[in-house]
């Protein structure tokens, strides 16, 4: 595999760019990975906190207004604990470098989430594999999201991208956290 190389997919309208896991990207995503790991656990004995599970269905969003530099976004509704709409702008995807799954990539993105809860930011940090629309596996995907704005949390996050339709199906699983006093809603809009 080349160290850097292009995938089109042209039903979605977007190019993927395929970067290298290389020391200056591992840099940035070692940063992120830090930033994403500490802040939550400091916030959280402070803060409301409840288990969120539930699924999502999406759709790839077009370059523009997809901003994404590799050309990956995606905006959907959440249902479950987390009732709400959410948009992902994936802003890295790495090749993993190992010949044993040259179709499998790493990326980070952020993730704005707008839910009964309130709003939160987070940074996505996964893997997806990339292998042709119709080959086994195709698309599917895990991440764990980190709430880093609005309050703090883990969330999982399992499911498929039909790199054909653009399509995005799946399920999430965690814990979300907030600042009582910054909630919009109260118990009884939330329970």
Do not use: K
């Not at 830090?34 to 539930?54: K, W």
């Not at 959907?76 to 799954?101: A, F, H, K, W």
């Not at 965690?174 to 809603?185: A, E, L, M, Y």
């Amino acid at each position: 595999m080349s160290d850097i190389c292009r995938l089109g997919v042209s039903t979605l309208g977007v190019g993927l760019l395929l970067l290298p896991a290389t020391p200056a990207n591992a840099g940035h995503v070692s940063t992120q990975m830090e930033q994403a790991a500490t802040y939550p656990q400091q916030d959280m004995e402070e803060m409301v906190c409840v288990p969120a599970f539930g699924w999502f269905g999406a759709s790839s969003v077009p370059v523009p207004p997809c901003e994404s530099e590799v050309g990956l976004c995606t905006s959907g509704e959440l249902y479950g604990v987390l009732q709400g709409q959410y948009e992902l702008e994936i802003e890295q995807l790495m090749s993993t470098n190992d010949p044993r799954v040259p179709f499998v990539n790493f990326f980070t993105g952020t993730s704005e989430i707008e839910s009964t809860f309130g709003e939160f930011v987070g940074v996505d940090t996964g893997s997806m594999n990339l292998s042709a629309p119709g080959e086994t596996g195709s698309g599917r995907f895990s991440t764990l999201l980190t709430i880093l704005e609005g309050g703090a949390g883990f969330i999982h996050i399992r499911g498929g991208l039909d790199l054909a339709t653009g399509e995005v199906q799946g399920t999430y699983a965690g814990v979300i956290c907030w600042d009582w006093d910054d909630s919009q809603h109260g118990w009884g809009a939330v329970w």
